[in-house]
Each structure stands twice: as structure tokens, then as C-alpha cells.
């Protein structure tokens, strides 16, 4: 005989729940955390390099966290701007996730920081549908990709606060359509605003991290219509889910998170301070437990 | 391919709410998929049957409740179906201040049990 349960649970609360938690505690350390996503090689760390050395130079404490699949490369360029690093190698996950990050800043991320910027493995596809507890979410598109990136992934752009072009260098030697670009952002996320930098020339350099630190001042980021979603029904218990109004970061699909059954435990962090390269590798960590270098001590954020 | 991922989360709750419902094996898994929730179907029930193995959800069914978008101008009061990709601008005033009704939902809705359930236990044959 079946019995059947009326469940209602959104799928990744954990990642929600965790995202939501990691959100608080920067607020009360001061800080905003902001989320980069592009498709890999769209200039993240190019334009990270920038706005780090910009930061710097007006002495704004600022860190950076990168994650790849594999190879320190992105850290030990960030690191040499002088601003506190760490490289996550995720071991072939294709996203960060909130349930990992905390683990990654507890007793690493510097008193006093700001800003931390959170450059998200490359991928347009499976990032979009994770909070990590920023403040300020920011999709990439270098005008090398085609004007229609933010139509062939609408979850990535429609969920975007800011958008950053880059590249604009090369605009005009591949025929970048920039009016057909602005339209295309506009379907799918109207109203947010679009940053066009290069880190060729220098256009625009600065102009995100302006946005994090107004966000860290108190300005309301953008709300894309894509996460203006109604309250779903809360669970177990079924209750009349009316009157209040999402956050920008509560989706209609919360989530969760354990990777029971396949690799993704074995995630592994470097810190880089700046001109120090010489890593210890460990790559035999337990599940749920990230292990960032240099950090003899877990300070719970 | 994050779909692993949403399949070893389905399974962990599923499996978390067998035990307190006191349930040894799990029939079917309905799971409600929002159009605009970036998640493919397909994927996601191929990674559901190896999510399964060796859990109480072996050998269960998932069933995907497909959801529709459904978007409504916040000043004309207007709905629309965005489509994907999704035009969110509102098609009758074209501002940009909307509310996605429906579209991104992730959520597991409903869970069909199978073998022993102490608390509504099968009458005897």
C-alpha cells in the first residue's frame, strides 16, 4: 500500500538558508560579497585585476576569492595587485555554492575588508541558480560573444544587478552591435544598468567597485523582474504565504545541498597573500570540509 | 551540469522526510520544475536515478510537474506568458516593473511512498 506526503520543500533551501546566514554575517563584519559570473573567458580576472589595483590605490580594504576547476593561475595574478587572495579549486564542480563558501572565509577573509569579490567558476549555466550570499550580483559579457549571450542565457543576465561589458576594445573590429546587446539585456532583465569597460584601455576601471561600495553605503541594488518572484508556500506546514516581499536572492526554488553521490567534496582552497606563491597542496579533505590555507584558526564569521 | 547537484538535494530531503514519516521505500517523486528555473528535465532524471542508488529511493519514479511562466506588470496589472527566452518587458506599457508569478519554482511537491509506513500501516491481507 502507498501513502503519499504533500511535501512542498524547495529543492535547494540549504543553499538558501546558508546563502542567507553567510549574508547576515558580512553585514554585521561590514562587508558586501559580490558574485561574478561570465562564460570562461569573458575577462573576469582581467577586470578583477583592475578593479583590486583600484581599490589599492584609494586604500579601500577590499579581497578577492577565485574559483576554477583547476590551476592557482587566477590567484597569483590577482595576489600580485597586493590585496588579499584565495584560490578555490572546486575539483570539477561547476559552481560555487553557499555551503562551501562559508566554510572558505571562516578565518581567512581580513577584519575590516569591504568588499570581497567572488570570482564564480566560468559558466553562465549552473552559477545562476546560486545564491552565495552576496550583495550584489554582476554578469559578464565580452563583446567578443555575440549580442545575444544574454538571450542564450537568460537565468545568468535576468538575475544580474549590474551587467559588464568587456572587451570594448574589440568592439568595433568584430562589429560588436552594442544597441541589439542593450535590447537583448532588456528582455530579460529590464531596467538593470550596463557597464562597458576594457582592461585594455582602461574604460571603466574603477566603475564596479564604485557599485559594491555604494551597495556596502546603503543603496538598494537593482531587483531584476526574475527574482521579484511571489513567496512560495512554506513547508511542511501549509500556511497562506501573502503580505511579505522577497529579497532580491529568494528564489522561488530554494535550495539544498550534500553531494551524496558524487565527487564534489573534495574542493580545496589556497590562500595567496601577495608575492607568496608556495602553496601546500591537500587534496585529500573530508566532505562538507574546506581547509583554506593559512588559516590555523576557524574564527566563525 | 548542475543537475547533479538538484538530484542529490531531491534525494537527501526525500530521503530526510522517509525517516520521519517512518518510510522504507519511496514509489514516486513529483518534483515541480519552473520553465525559467534552469533546470533541463532530462538532465535531471538522468542524475536522479544514480542520486537514487543505494538510498530508500532506490527504484523511484520521478515525475517533473512542468510550470509555466507567468509574469504581471506591476502598474497596468497586465500578465503575460514571457516565453523563453523570456521578454519580461511588459508587453502593453513596456516598463520594466513586473513580477514573475510563476517560472522559477524547484520544489519538491509531493512524495508517493512505498513499503513499510508504520503510522498508516497496510491492512492486513
Not at chain 1, 583590486?52 to 590551476?71: F, K
Not at chain 2, 503575460?80 to 510563476?102: F, I, Q
Request: net charge negative.
Amino acid at each position: 500500500m502507498c501513502r503519499s506526503s504533500d511535501l512542498r520543500q524547495a529543492v535547494l533551501a540549504r543553499n538558501d538558508d546558508s546563502a542567507a546566514l553567510l549574508r547576515s554575517e558580512l553585514a554585521a563584519r561590514g562587508t558586501v560579497a559580490v558574485n561574478l559570473l561570465s562564460s570562461p573567458g569573458s575577462g573576469k580576472t582581467a577586470l578583477l585585476e583592475g578593479e583590486l589595483a583600484a581599490a589599492r590605490e584609494r586604500g579601500v580594504p577590499v579581497a578577492a576569492l577565485t574559483a576554477d576547476l583547476a590551476t592557482e593561475n587566477d590567484a597569483r595574478r590577482l595576489a600580485r595587485t597586493g590585496v588579499p587572495v584565495q584560490q578555490i579549486l572546486t575539483g570539477g564542480l561547476c559552481h560555487l555554492e553557499a555551503v562551501m563558501l562559508r566554510g572558505y572565509l571562516a578565518g581567512w577573509l581580513p577584519p575590516g575588508t569591504r568588499v570581497l569579490f567572488l570570482e564564480n567558476v566560468g559558466n553562465l549555466v549552473c552559477p545562476a541558480v546560486y545564491d552565495l550570499g552576496e550583495s550584489l550580483r554582476v554578469t559578464l559579457a565580452s563583446v567578443t560573444e555575440g549580442e545575444d549571450k544574454p538571450l542564450k542565457y537568460p537565468t545568468a543576465f535576468g538575475l544580474a544587478q549590474v551587467v559588464l561589458v568587456t572587451k570594448t576594445d574589440l568592439a568595433a573590429a568584430v562589429g560588436f552591435d552594442e544597441e541589439a546587446f542593450l535590447e537583448n539585456v532588456a528582455r530579460v532583465n529590464p531596467g538593470v544598468e550596463v557597464v562597458f569597460t576594457s582592461a585594455r584601455d582602461g574604460r571603466g576601471t574603477g566603475a564596479l567597485l564604485e557599485r559594491a561600495l555604494a551597495v556596502q553605503e546603503g543603496a538598494v541594488p537593482h531587483r531584476p523582474v526574475l527574482a521579484r518572484t511571489p513567496e512560495p508556500a512554506p513547508a511542511p506546514v501549509p500556511v497562506s504565504a501573502v503580505g511579505r516581499v522577497p529579497t532580491v536572492h529568494e528564489h522561488a526554488h530554494a535550495h539544498t545541498h550534500d553531494h551524496p553521490a558524487h565527487g564534489h567534496d573534495h574542493a580545496h582552497t589556497h590562500d595567496h597573500t601577495p608575492h607568496d606563491h608556495d602553496h601546500r597542496h591537500d587534496h585529500g579533505s573530508a566532505a562538507g570540509a574546506p581547509h583554506p590555507h593559512g588559516a590555523p584558526v576557524v574564527d566563525p564569521l | 551540469m548542475h543537475e547533479m547537484s538538484i538530484a542529490a538535494a531531491v534525494v537527501e530531503q526525500v530521503a530526510d522526510a522517509a525517516v520521519r514519516h517512518g518510510a522504507t521505500a519511496v514509489a514516486t517523486v513529483r518534483l515541480e520544475v519552473g520553465e525559467l528555473a534552469g533546470v533541463v528535465p532530462e538532465a535531471l532524471a538522468f542524475c536522479f536515478a544514480l542520486a537514487c542508488a543505494g538510498t530508500v529511493l532506490e527504484g523511484a519514479a520521478l515525475e517533473t510537474l512542468g510550470v509555466a511562466a507567468l509574469a504581471r506588470c506591476g502598474p497596468c496589472a497586465v500578465e503575460w506568458r514571457p516565453g523563453m527566452p523570456p521578454d519580461l518587458l511588459c508587453p502593453r506599457c513596456g516598463g520594466p516593473d513586473a513580477v514573475l508569478l510563476t517560472g522559477r519554482e524547484l520544489r519538491v511537491r509531493e512524495v508517493e511512498w512505498a513499503g513499510t509506513v508504520p503510522s498508516a500501516p497496510a491492512p492486513p491481507s
